[in-house]
């Protein structure tokens, strides 16, 4: 027998995921805006409501990247941030948890039952 869920089960389930780890974050939203000298800048905008999400870390927990930013080379680790399908989440938005900046790389296609997106976490 095959059990297929509507779309009403899918947001019941990945509530029920969510809820299992959850985490309050307040998203930072930013935007490009010229900085007066023919380049463009990212600008934080105010921040989002609090959101509840669970973020996941990778199956390969422990490896890591290592990227070179404006103040050198700095260590990244990729996770995946959950909330459920009302979410509001878009790319470059940042975070912080637990003393940690997140940035939010890519958002995942929308499925009309859960908001998926890859973030970053930078430093240790």
Known sequence: MVVTFGLEE???ATKTFIDIAPVTLTLIPRVLVDDGEGGKRKVEQPPRAPQVFTLIEPSNSGQTAMVTTDDGSQD???FLL????DAIIEKDDVFTYEGREYKVEIIMPFN???RRAGVLRHGW
């Open 10 to 12: 899918n947001k019941i």
């Open 76 to 78: 990244t680790l990729e």
């Open 82 to 85: 959950l909330g459920e399908h």
């Open 112 to 114: 009309g039952y859960e």
